[in-house]
């Protein structure tokens, strides 16, 4: 049996290996910066909305709605 035989699915995980890899180096170095901004005004009141409507609907935890109402500050 040829030895690229033997060899190519272990290769072909490497790849996918240093393909995923390099995705999240570009995810991070693109989306990183982007979420230490702070949110818009616009986005801050959709989700304010979208909360207040989620609490009216069903019980919400205290714990995630206050961890949700420091995201929108």
């Known amino acids: 049996m040829p030895t690229s035989t033997l ?3 272990r290769e072909k995980h490497v790849r996918i290996h240093e393909a995923r890899a390099a ?3 570009l ?3 693109e989306y ?3 979420l230490t901004e702070p949110l818009p005004c616009e ?3 959709l989700i304010a909305q979208l909360v ?3 609490a009216g609907r ?3 935890g205290k714990h995630a709605f206050e961890a949700l109402s420091a995201i929108i500050g």
Do not use: D, W
């Open 27 to 29: 995810l991070h170095v």
């Open 32 to 34: 990183v910066p982007m």
């Open 43 to 45: 986005l801050k009141h």
């Open 52 to 54: 207040a409507r989620e």
């Open 23 to 25: 995705t999240g180096r």
């Open 7 to 9: 060899h190519a699915p």
């Open 58 to 60: 069903e019980q919400v």
